[in-house]
C-alpha cells in the first residue's frame, strides 16, 4: 500500500489550494479515505472523509464550506480542495485508510505535504 | 463531539521501564477507541484498535485495555525505538473522528 500526497506549498490568506493523495498497492474504491491535518507541534485533527464510492462526503465544522475532498477512480487518487485558506490552516495534511476489520481506524498514512498560510 | 483527554501531557522514564497512558472519552464510545504512535517528521502508525487489539507487526509489549469511558495503553518495557508520542482516537461518534491531545514519552 502506497499514498502519495502532494500539492501543498505556500499561498496567501484566501488564497486556495489543491492537494492530491495518489493511491496505489489496493483497491481504491473499497475503502473511505480520509484526510488529516496536523499543525505545528500540535495533535492530529480529522478534516474530511469519503465514501468509497464516493458518494458520500463528511467534514470537520472547521473546513466546512471551503474544502471539497473528492475521488477520481480512474486515476486512484484523492483530493482536497482548499479555499477560503486562513492562517489556522497551516499543517501538514496526511491522506489516510483502514483496513478489513478497522472501519474508521487507520493503518495506511501518507508521508504528508505541508500547507503554509502566509501573507 | 467526543472529547478524548490524554494524561500525563508527558511521561518521562527510563528504557525497560513499564509505561502507562490513560485516555479518558467525555461519553461512552464502548470500545470503539484506538492508540497510535507518532514519531518526529512521521505520520501517525497504529498500534491498537476496539481498545484492545493489537494491529498488524506491533509487538507484544504495546497493550491496550479499558471500554466506554477510560482506556490504558501500556508498554510493558520501554525499548529506545518507543520514545515518541502516543494519541488515542475515537470512532464510535462520527462525524468527527477526534484524537486525545497525545502524550510524549521522554528519555528519563
Known amino acids: 500500500v502506497q499514498l502519495l500526497e502532494s500539492g501543498g506549498g505556500l499561498v496567501q490568506p484566501g488564497g486556495s489550494l489543491r492537494l492530491s493523495c495518489a493511491a496505489s498497492g489496493f483497491t481504491f474504491t473499497s475503502y473511505v479515505m480520509t484526510w488529516f491535518r496536523q499543525a505545528p507541534g500540535k495533535g492530529v485533527e480529522w478534516v474530511s472523509a469519503i465514501g468509497n464510492a464516493g458518494g458520500s462526503t463528511f467534514y470537520a465544522d472547521s473546513v466546512r464550506g471551503r474544502f471539497t475532498i473528492s475521488r477520481d477512480t480512474s486515476k486512484n487518487t484523492l483530493y482536497l480542495q482548499m479555499t477560503s485558506l486562513r492562517a489556522d490552516d497551516t499543517a501538514v495534511y496526511y491522506c489516510?485508510?483502514?483496513?478489513?476489520?478497522?472501519?474508521?481506524?487507520?493503518?495506511?498514512w501518507g508521508q504528508g505535504t505541508l500547507v503554509s498560510v502566509s501573507s | 463531539e467526543v472529547v478524548l483527554t490524554q494524561s500525563p501531557a508527558t511521561l518521562s522514564l527510563s528504557p525497560g521501564e513499564r509505561a502507562t497512558l490513560s485516555c479518558r472519552a467525555s461519553q461512552n464510545v464502548s470500545n470503539y477507541l484506538a492508540w497510535y504512535q507518532q514519531k518526529p517528521g512521521q505520520a501517525p502508525r497504529l498500534l491498537i484498535y476496539d481498545a484492545s487489539n493489537r494491529a498488524t507487526g506491533i509487538p507484544a509489549r504495546f497493550s491496550g485495555s479499558g471500554s466506554g469511558t477510560d482506556f490504558t495503553l501500556s508498554i510493558s518495557s520501554l525499548e529506545p525505538e518507543d520514545f515518541a508520542v502516543y494519541f488515542c482516537q475515537q470512532r464510535l461518534n462520527w462525524p468527527p473522528l477526534t484524537f486525545g491531545g497525545g502524550t510524549k514519552v521522554e528519555i528519563k
Open positions: 489516510a485508510k483502514g483496513g478489513p476489520g478497522l472501519d474508521m481506524f487507520f493503518n495506511d
